[in-house]
């Protein structure tokens, strides 16, 4: 890991808060996100995993705390109080976002490359065949057929289709990933298939990623870190392996003890 | 005449229209939001033109209307009989003599001047109305100028078809800034809308949009660099008036399989013709 090399996070998140009326959806959620880092966050359904990912990306609004992003450029800003236009900018930019839905993070009426161009040309792109050039690069890595290039992601199979959003993110070379429950919905060997190619990915290109799962397997494959949630609260964090051989909240070790050995 | 105010509507929605209008101007391309009234022809016919040009004419005003190019079709003689009635303005159909033009449809051959107002009628206004349903997104995309899935489209239309298949209504970018929609025009009469020396003024009458292109603006038709914007040609000339790189209609004459490919625009065809030539309209 290149924590020790960069002297400041990524991602600095300090007592991020949520409520939906008198529902609690997170409560003082903190952590840090280093330069190629892959942060973890599990637990059961309803432990807020989803909430906190939607608060950094601004699809809900936090009720109060910190998201303080270090930018390319160097400056820090604190992503809960930029303006929309900024925000947005920034989701297109610098940050990416895979919904556990593809068809929530696609355009389903439009082909596989006009999906993975739609950022270059919102950034900019006014060349069909570069921009068609850096579409088949994207698919390849994501290893979807060059033949599939034209064809409706509704055509496409749910494991395709996840990776197709993936490359969709990807193809502008984001600093920071969020991912919500990538492999959710999908059979285990599509799920493994999968998971290499993330793990793959984020090694070449030195991402950084927020992954929300439920499954402890994916945890342990893809994170460095992990944060454990429940009810709406982070109950332990700590290095992967540690937190799941060695986990020390009664609910994580409940959390670890539940999981079916084959 | 004794029974309507002058151009039909009253003066405190001509004010409130000519409002909308200045905004327009000064904000080049941005859709302004006005108080539509019901006028006495249905949605689809014009009701958003007529309103601008019932705010915007003067008594010493000459009006011209065409729908589809023509001077002679229902829609443009309805109108031009509105306004003849309820104004007491002389009209025309020739293009060099009027000083404001209502249209549907197309832009006129005969280049427009100066002082001249062109008022286009418009059924739907927000370009990124098939690509977003919901309407406060599409004043956010606006406000924050993304515009970016306007290309999406034209990148599926190029792979599907090879090039840009839409032929009307083509998007264009007014004045660096703003995505508009140019009204259901063939892109052929795209490249008139820049640095156009007359003022155009697009009305939406049940949308409740008016927009502007002010005199010398800059209008880009959206496009790709190795796929340059191209309008329609026609390999053959007109043939009532022989012009050449005029917009043809293909007019089916018999059961036979015959053809005419005439100009759309009557009164530029009309004008070409020697005098002896029959009526002006065929049909």
């Not at chain 1, 976002?97 to 006014?126: F, I, K, P, T």
Request: hydrophobic fraction near 40%; include cysteine; aromatic fraction near 6%.
């Amino acid at each position: 890991m290149s924590a020790t090399v960069d002297d400041r996070p990524l991602l600095s998140v300090r007592g991020l808060g949520k409520r939906y009326g008198t529902q609690v959806g997170c409560r003082d959620v903190g952590f840090d996100l280093w330069p190629g880092e892959v942060l973890g966050v599990v637990g059961e359904s309803g432990s807020g995993k989803t909430t906190v990912l939607d608060c950094l990306s601004g699809r809900v609004t936090a009720d109060g705390g910190q998201v303080a992003y270090t930018k390319a450029d160097g400056s820090v800003v604190d992503v809960r109080r930029l303006d929309e236009a900024a925000r947005r900018r920034l989701l297109r930019t610098e940050w990416g976002l895979v919904h556990q839905h593809a068809r929530e993070g696609l355009r389903m009426n439009v082909s596989a490359g006009a999906n993975v161009g739609e950022r270059l040309m919102a950034l900019g792109a006014r060349h069909y065949g570069r921009v068609r050039a850096r579409a088949l690069d994207w698919l390849a890595r994501v290893e979807i057929g060059e033949s599939r290039i034209d064809d409706l992601p509704e055509t496409f199979s749910g494991g395709m289709q996840q990776r197709l959003q993936i490359a969709r993110n990807l193809v502008t070379e984001p600093r920071v990933v969020l991912m919500d429950e990538p492999t959710g919905g999908l059979d285990v060997s599509v799920q493994a298939r999968l998971l290499d190619l993330l793990r793959g990915l984020v090694e070449d290109l030195g991402l950084s990623a927020v992954i929300v799962t439920h499954d402890l397997a994916v945890a342990r494959l893809l994170a460095h870190r992990l944060l454990v949630m429940r009810g709406g609260e982070v109950v332990e964090s700590g290095l992967t392996d540690q937190v799941l051989d060695d986990p020390q909240h009664p609910y994580a070790q409940l959390l670890v003890s539940s999981v079916l050995q084959p | 005449m004794t029974h309507y105010n002058f151009a039909y509507l009253d003066e405190q929605t001509k004010r409130m229209i000519r409002r909308a209008v200045l905004k327009a101007v000064a904000v080049p391309g941005y859709q302004v939001p006005f108080g539509s009234r019901e006028m006495p022809l249905s949605y689809g016919w014009g009701t958003g033109g007529v309103q601008v040009t019932a705010s915007v004419i003067g008594p010493t005003d000459v009006l011209k209307v065409i729908d589809q190019g023509a001077d002679d079709t229902t829609n443009a003689v309805s109108i031009r009989k509105f306004f003849a009635r309820t104004t007491g303005v002389a009209t025309t159909t020739s293009t060099e003599a009027a000083t404001l033009i209502q249209t549907r449809h197309r832009i006129p051959e005969t280049a427009l001047r100066e002082g001249q107002i062109l008022v286009l009628q418009v059924p739907i206004p927000e370009p990124l109305r098939w690509l977003e349903p919901r309407e406060a997104e599409t004043r956010k995309m606006h406000a924050l100028e993304e515009y970016g899935v306007m290309y999406v489209r034209l990148y599926e239309d190029i792979t599907r078809h090879g090039r840009v298949a839409q032929t009307y209504e083509y998007p264009v970018i007014v004045d660096g800034r703003y995505l508009m929609r140019p009204s259901p025009i063939p892109k052929f009469d795209n490249p008139k809308l820049d640095r156009s020396p007359a003022l155009l003024l697009f009305g939406a009458g049940r949308e409740k949009r008016i927009y502007a292109v002010p005199p010398w603006t800059a209008v880009k038709s959206l496009d790709f660099d190795d796929h340059p914007f191209e309008v329609e040609h026609w390999d053959r000339p007109c043939d009532l008036c022989g012009a050449r790189g005029a917009f043809l209609d293909e007019l089916i004459v018999d059961d036979k399989g015959g053809r005419l490919f005439i100009c759309s625009d009557t009164d530029f065809c009309a004008r070409r013709r020697p005098a002896a030539d029959p009526p002006r309209a065929m049909w």
